[in-house]
């Protein structure tokens, strides 16, 4: 089984300059040391860094990409959106939306992230690898089609999804986000598509705030084919999984996709700045199992992760170490030091009836067995 890896070193020198977290310092806003931007490079520098260390690295197919281009682009982005995109680029960079700031070529830096995306679907529909993890930045998933948002200045994998239905005549495609917070912008380039389901696991109004509710479905033609997965603060392991087995490996199932890709945001666990949830890099492993098991069974393996958001500098590597130990089948001698403490965390039984009853609720409004 070969397993590929993208990456770009060049995609971790985007800076979304000084920053308190995510808010520009100000009045009460005390500049932190190393710009302070929750979006840092260094999560995905030691995810890559401890799969070098690790030796799996070398048991990977690792590839760099050509950077996405215009024609690709003007698929999603219209392009009033790309031009000014670019000058700013050229200039001193800018802000086109909400909390998604960039400096100097960032127009560029983003066209690459978004090549490694494209690059890992077209190695997997040709057959060169199985399955295969794009180490994306920026990222992508909150990116509208004419504004950026949430640290997302294109939208990567639909870019990808677009490219790889003109190069390959691709049908059918899932997008299974456990990003920790809603994919709206995935959900909105889609929300009339009825041959791309979008599925969002994510906290409970945490980002954005108004977005992410079982009730938004799609319409037209795409009725239905957008499900949303808001999960109570706080929830776990257990949460993650029973959300998995109850609604989205049924489905998968019932859609029949040809590639099933994940929107691959390592933010849901215990340490991180920006969510209150609790998964660990085991909840990353068995999700990944899981659907590795789901696209053997529907579309021949073909499998492709897109990296989003994370935010802890600490525990993102091994969260992702553990993704591509499972996609690989290969295990190396590291252990996740932080993994008894998570598991000691995790909610009490009362929290899981009732989110399981919760679930219940949500598979009977979108026709799955309950």
Known sequence: MTTGFCFDERTLWHSTGESVLFLPPGRWLQPLAAGGHAESPETKRRFKNLLDVSGLSRKLVVEAAPPAMDEALRRIHPASYLTEFKRLSEGEGGNLGEESPFSPGGFEIAAQSAGLAIHAMDKVLTGQWQNGYSLSRPPG?????????????????????EEMKVRHGLGKVAVVDWDVHHGNGTQAIYWDRPDVLTISLHQNACYPVHLGKVSERGEGKGEGANINLPLLPGGGHESYLAAMDRIVLPALRRFQPELIVVASGLDANPFDPLARMMAHSGTYRAMTERLMLAASDLCGGRLVMVHEGGYSEAYVPFCGHAIMETLSGQRTEVVDPFLDLAALQQPPAEFMALE?????GMAEAFGLPA
Not at 141 to 161: K, T, V
Not at 356 to 360: G, S
């Open 141 to 161: 998933h909150h990116c509208m089609p004419d504004h950026s948002m949430g640290f997302c200045l294109l939208a990567n994998i639909p870019i990808a999804i």
């Open 356 to 360: 399981n009853q919760r679930l219940a």
